[in-house]
């Protein structure tokens, strides 16, 4: 993983297409971070709902919101059946929120227990949030950044 870049998919949920620019905007976050290279797909971004073949069957709304595989596998999946935002809305998760949750998990990053890191285990509807300094500590110390 020393030229990590990411692929831009364009995800859509309910049908509906993400904005290109909330995918440039995660993209950003991790640019500033990893000087990654975006001509190379690393991360794929998808949508599912229930069972949808990749051994981690989604469970409805509620539950779980996302998941991601270790790296180097680089997918990465929203549950299609909870309810999403593009912004912080009260009773909808925010995509971007949860794309940096995920892509740290992508990353390599494990759960912190500081609450207001992105990798703290639990989100509640309607609240976003930035890498954290424990977040960017967390990818520096897995890259030798
Ligand atoms: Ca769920
Ligand atoms: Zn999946
Ligand atoms: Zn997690």
Same mark, same amino acid.
Do not use: C
């Given at each position: 993983?020393? %030229? ?27 640019? !500033? ?13 998808? !949508? ?7 051994? %981690? ?15 180097? %596998? ?21 995509? @971007?929120?949860?794309? /940096? ?5 992508? /990353? ?15 989100i509640a509807s309607g609240v976003r949030k930035e890498l ?10 897995? @890259?030798?950044l």
């Open positions: 993983m020393n %030229n990590l870049a990411f692929f831009y998919a364009l995800y859509d949920i309910d049908g509906k297409k993400v904005p290109p620019e909330l995918v440039t905007k995660i993209g950003d976050v991790f640019e !500033s971070i990893l000087e990654e290279d975006f001509n190379t797909a690393d991360i794929t971004i998808g !949508s599912h709902s229930m069972d949808h073949g990749d051994g %981690n069957p989604f469970d409805g709304q509620g539950g779980t919101l996302a998941h991601a595989f270790a790296p180097t %596998n680089g997918r990465f999946h929203y549950d299609a059946d909870e309810n999403w935002a593009t912004e912080p809305i009260t009773g909808y998760y925010d995509l @971007y929120t949860i794309a /940096l949750h995920e892509i740290g998990h992508l /990353l390599g990053l494990h759960h912190s227990s500081v609450e207001g890191a992105i990798m703290y285990p639990s954290h300094g424990d977040d960017v500590q967390g990818i520096r110390a897995l @890259y030798n």
